[in-house]
């Protein structure tokens, strides 16, 4: 059965950091891409960013580049999402999944798990 479990979010002011965990189990973590996806509020899921399945190649929404950075452990079947300067329009639950390829932006292979809730409220 594979799992995907997201933590790490919570309440941060405008401004400020937070980091996402996905832990992930049932599938070989290592042979695929792993990325972000966020659904705001009322709006509908997208695509935050990606990362190849070695973690050479990285992909990023336009909205959060230069803010958010992609990573994965490989050894821990984790990936993580550093998120800094966080902005209100950043407020929405973060879901991980598995790709096949980094720049897939169209959803991941596996059910959605439960998601971890970001507010970024002053």
């Known amino acids: 059965q594979v799992q995907l479990v997201e933590s790490g979010g919570g309440l941060v002011q405008p401004g400020g950091s937070l980091r996402l965990s996905c832990a992930a189990s049932?599938?070989?973590?290592?042979?695929?891409?792993m990325s972000w996806y966020r659904r705001p509020p009322g709006k509908e899921r997208e695509l935050v960013a990606a990362i190849s399945s070695t973690g050479g190649s990285t992909n990023y929404a336009d909205s959060v580049k230069g803010r958010f950075t992609i990573s994965r452990d490989n050894a821990k079947n984790t990936v993580y999402l550093q998120m800094n300067s966080l902005k209100p329009e950043d407020t929405a639950v973060y879901y991980c999944n598995a790709q096949r390829y980094v720049y897939i932006t169209s959803g991941g292979i596996y059910d959605w798990g439960e998601g971890t809730l970001v507010t970024v409220s002053a």
């Open positions: 049932g599938f070989t973590f290592s042979n695929y891409a």
